[in-house]
């Protein structure tokens, strides 16, 4: 629950910090922080589940519910994706005053997350 935790104090961080600089990827780094708490909580549900005992067919009807795992994986992946190309456009906005970088970071995010996306939806758990 750390992690959930921590991904609160992100995401609050990250959005305030984008708001206060005008940066569309750091916005969107923080709002994917909240998206990872919900992954996050969902997962330790699904722990929480199986250490409790519950039987293998619990376990795995609500491993088919949540997509829990599999999609908390997902979740990670494309949260470096998005963190790789937020520190670029900063950094490329930082050092040479490239204004755009950092909306172009922002959107060059948005394929390799519908990919993840649609790979995390069209796989069977």
């Known amino acids: ?7 609160i104090v992100e995401g609050l961080v990250a959005v305030s ?3 206060l600089a005008s940066s569309v990827a750091l916005n969107a780094f923080g709002i ?3 998206a990872e708490t919900a992954s ?3 997962v330790g549900w699904r722990l929480r589940t199986e250490q409790r005992g519950a039987d293998d067919a619990a ?3 609500l491993e088919r519910r949540t997509g829990a795992l599999r999609a908390d994986a997902y979740e990670t992946i494309a949260c470096a994706w ?3 190309t937020t520190l670029a456009g900063l950094g490329l906005n930082a050092v040479f005053g490239w204004w755009w970088a950092d ?5 060059a995010i948005v394929p390799l997350i519908v990919r993840e996306g649609l790979e995390g939806v069209r796989r069977d758990p």
Do not use: Q
Request: glycine content about 12%; overall charge negative; charged content about 5%.
């Open 17 to 19: 910090a984008g708001a």
């Open 103 to 107: 909306p172009v970071a922002a959107l």
């Open 40 to 42: 996050g909580a969902v």
């Open 59 to 61: 376990i795995e009807h």
């Open 1 to 7: 629950m750390a992690t959930v935790g921590w991904n």
């Open 82 to 84: 998005l963190s790789l």
């Open 32 to 34: 994917d922080s909240f």
